[in-house]
């Protein structure tokens, strides 16, 4: 892909099916020369967001990830990227403004340093995490802060070798899940299980104080390339959806 052109567009408009998750890849780095145009798709708060930070490389991840949502968005909208608009709850999770509401577009966006998850679904809330995979020697002791009991038990139970997939699978699972159901940290952790043993299938194990809310969500191992973890929650009532992944960079079109 030509970096160097001044913009870029997609090629083919994107079509969601109302049974489908579709997550897309975004090599931020690789975009990321293209910041003037990434920016200019930005509205005015965006684009100041982007200038209140202190490194280059953090500015034109940010407004690359916008950029190439806006992008993605006004596809599946048949919309200009620059118009649209979004609205965000008291906990801060993104939603389209009330006059893009046409098909229950649904979306979330994750990003760990050079890598972005961008994931877009119909009429059902949805949240994705993605983390760069690090050497850490106090997993243990994280996760005596943000897991649950029987999580730490499962962490515990695992021979060293498995700890470190474990809890990242752990982690990134838990995130998804609080980004779905929109509450951030402010929803204790131990309030609900995850799966986390290797093998064990991707789910939510356990809700408290509700047992039965498990039942609304589907989860996901999604693959984010070798150096990272990432997970995927859908709300899925009917447990049909089919998740389909890949790189944003196959359907841009570079553009003088």
Not at 12 to 18: F, K, N, S
Not at 95 to 118: I, Y
Not at 146 to 172: G, I, M, N, V
Request: hydrophobic fraction near 40%; aromatic fraction near 8%; glycine fraction near 4%.
């Amino acid at each position: 892909m030509d970096v160097a052109g001044s913009g870029f567009r997609i090629r083919v408009p994107l079509q969601l099916a109302d049974d489908e998750v579709q997550v897309w890849r975004v090599e931020l780095d690789v975009l990321a020369p293209s910041e003037p145009h990434w920016l200019s798709l930005l509205a005015p708060d965006e684009q100041d967001r982007a200038r209140r930070f202190r490194f280059d490389r953090h500015r034109r991840r940010f407004a690359t990830t916008r950029g190439v949502l806006r992008t993605l968005l006004g596809s599946y909208l048949n919309a200009e990227p620059r118009s649209v608009r979004f609205r965000y709850s008291d906990k801060q999770k993104p939603a389209l403004d009330a006059a893009f509401a046409q098909g229950c577009l649904q979306f979330n966006v994750s990003h760990s340093e050079e890598l972005a998850l961008l994931a877009f679904t119909r009429a059902r809330e949805i949240g994705v995490d993605v983390e760069r995979v690090r050497e850490n020697s106090n997993i243990e002791g994280i996760a005596k802060h943000f897991f649950s009991e029987s999580e730490r038990e499962a962490l515990a139970s695992l021979p060293a070798s498995e700890k470190q997939a474990a809890f990242y699978r752990c982690w990134t699972r838990k995130e998804a899940f609080i980004k779905a159901i929109g509450e951030g940290m402010s929803l204790p952790l131990h309030q609900f299980d995850v799966s986390l043993a290797p093998g064990q299938p991707a789910e939510l194990l356990a809700t408290r104080p509700d047992p039965e809310e498990k039942k609304r969500w589907s989860v996901w191992t999604l693959d984010a390339g070798a150096e990272f973890a990432a997970a995927l929650v859908v709300e899925d009532k009917d447990k049909d959806l089919r998740v389909v992944t890949a790189l944003v960079s196959s359907v841009l079109e570079a553009v003088p």
